[in-house]
């Protein structure tokens, strides 16, 4: 049977909307296991605000799914967050830590990340030390240099703009610009940028640039941009980071 997206359904009016879930909800149905059809579900569920159904999910095979990445954690905690229980969603990172998969070749970059951002935003939900701690024990794996690793030192001034900028663009150290197969296509360097982007606008929160840091959320969540429009290389990629929706909660209720 041909794939049929529902993401232009999702992203339509209220009607297309529960089309497109009902289409997630059959093939999670079908393949409760598979990874991606539930993953696609809760980030389904994230996307149209349904946040207490998304935890529900990313909890649910959690505790039962047979091989389970720090992604759920890392979505799991996002629900929390953007129904106001910081805390809570620091406990789901928290556990991430200690997920039997973890992204960039499995070197688990992503939770310690999470709660550094935390520590930033909500400093009385988590120590701001141990949350450095944590990212900077990240950067002694030989894996430092997989995206989005790099991030890791970038949060704690540990690379240079030049280098940071060729690990988004794939450039690795002692390639040449001739060798065109470890270059990042366009779409997978300006989702790098944007990756970074949020972390960059939470070390300058971090500084005190309060309206800076809502504006840099209100454009990192902004779907409605032309290259957003491209499903398959920057629309589904960007979503499927919990940095989108912290961005999207942050940009509506930000005070500064």
């Given amino acids: 049977m ?54 529900e999910h990313f909890r649910s095979v959690i505790e039962t799914a047979p091989r389970v990445g720090d992604s759920y954690y890392g979505m799991a ?27 960039a070749s499995g070197l688990g970059v992503r939770m310690p990340l999470l709660l550094f951002f935390a520590a930033i935003r909500e400093p009385r939900v988590f120590d701001r030390q141990l949350a450095e701690k944590l990212v900077l024990e990240t950067t002694k794996d030989i894996r430092i240099n997989n995206w989005p690793a790099p991030i890791a030192r970038l949060v704690l ?27 990042h296509s366009p779409q997978e360097a300006s989702n790098c940028l944007w990756l970074a982007e949020f972390y960059r606008s939470v ?10 840091f809502q504006d840099s959320m209100r454009k990192l969540s902004d779907t409605s941009q032309p290259e957003w429009q491209d499903e398959k290389n920057v629309f589904t990629v960007r979503i499927w980071c919990e940095e989108f929706f912290l961005a999207r909660y942050e940009a509506a209720t930000f005070k500064p």
């Fill in 157 to 183: 001034d540990q690379i240079s703009e030049v280098e940071f900028d060729n690990s988004c663009r794939g450039i690795e150290p002692g390639i040449t610009d001739k060798n065109q197969f470890v270059r």
């Fill in 2 to 55: 041909e794939y049929v997206s529902p993401w232009p359904l999702l992203r339509g009016a209220r009607d297309e909307q529960e089309q497109g879930l009902r289409l997630v909800q059959q093939a999670y149905t079908g393949q409760p296991f598979f990874a991606s059809a539930a993953m696609t579900l809760g980030v389904a569920l994230l996307w149209l605000g349904r946040y207490a159904e998304a935890w």
């Fill in 203 to 212: 070390l300058a929160l971090d500084h005190g640039a309060l309206s800076d």
């Fill in 77 to 103: 905690g996002v629900a929390k967050w953007c129904v106001g229980k910081p805390d809570e969603a620091v406990s789901e990172w928290r556990a991430g830590l200690k997920a039997k998969y973890a992204r």
